[in-house]
């Protein structure tokens, strides 16, 4: 069965959607949780301020991600989205380990590292060429 372009672009927008789900919903929810929690916001690695300002440019890279996949965004423009977001991945796996090994809540690494996941498949989906329709 061949595949119309229509299928492929719904697919590829169903597929980067589902990508963008997590970061949007774990990283306000770290965000909330360290700011409602003293116990949760001392743990984090950055502490309270710096971690809302990680996770709002987490969030703006992730949005730019799927704007630049679902768009098909080219050249210098892609590469600055896929770097943008590598970047907040590696900060958002920074906010898991510092969880995950020095704070007292282990179990809240689950939330930075999920995103961090999936921050790293937007970049990933940022840099592919765009499919040829």
């Not at 977001?85 to 590696?90: C, H, K, P």
């Not at 999920?114 to 996941?117: C, E, R, Y």
């Given at each position: 069965?061949?595949?119309?372009?229509?299928?492929?672009?719904?697919?590829?927008?169903?597929?980067?959607?589902?990508?963008?789900?997590?970061?949007?919903?774990?990283?306000?929810?770290l965000a909330g949780l360290c700011s409602?929690?003293?116990?949760?916001?001392?743990?984090?690695?950055?502490?309270?301020?710096?971690t809302r300002v990680a996770v709002l440019f987490a969030l703006l890279?992730?949005?730019?991600?799927?704007?630049?996949?679902?768009?098909?965004?080219?050249?210098l423009t892609r590469a600055a989205v896929a770097g943008a977001?590598?970047?907040?991945?590696?900060i958002v796996a920074a906010l898991a380990a510092g969880f995950l090994f020095d704070g007292e809540f282990p179990m809240v690494a689950l939330l930075p590292a999920?995103?961090?996941?999936a921050l790293a498949?937007?970049?990933r989906a940022a840099l592919r060429e765009p499919a040829e329709s």
């Open positions: 069965m061949t595949e119309t372009p229509a299928g492929a672009a719904t697919l590829r927008w169903v597929a980067t959607l589902a990508w963008l789900l997590p970061p949007l919903v774990e990283l306000p929810l409602g929690i003293p116990e949760v916001g001392r743990a984090a690695v950055f502490g309270i301020p710096a890279a992730a949005l730019a991600g799927f704007v630049a996949v679902v768009r098909g965004a080219t050249g977001l590598s970047i907040a991945a590696g999920h995103s961090a996941l498949v937007l970049a």
